[in-house]
């Protein structure tokens, strides 16, 4: 009897470890969010990126030399009028 229940409690475990251990499902979900992440928004990302780049070259080479050319030019006219 002893010999017939020792298969019978590793069936049992097996099936037990099956139903309860979802690591394979959430390592397949993992897998498959970060494929879709990286094919579909990745490039999206990207491209914002480069976009926000360009914006922050653009200002420094173009718009903060003007701003700092009005500021010093209307700061020394008030500071003549005051």
């Known amino acids: 009897v002893a010999s017939n ?7 049992v475990g097996d099936i037990q470890s099956r ?3 979802h690591r394979p499902v ?3 979900e993992i897998c498959y969010f970060v494929r879709e992440f990286e094919e579909k928004r990745g490039f999206r990302e990207r491209r914002f990126l480069d976009n926000l780049n360009k914006m922050v070259v ?3 080479e173009q718009s903060l030399p ?5 500021m010093h030019k209307h ?3 008030a500071l003549t009028q005051c």
């Open 58 to 60: 653009e200002t420094n």
């Open 19 to 21: 139903l309860i251990d």
């Open 75 to 77: 700061l020394c006219e």
């Open 5 to 11: 229940q020792v298969p019978d409690l590793l069936d």
């Open 26 to 28: 959430v390592h397949g």
């Open 66 to 70: 003007k701003c700092s050319e009005h």
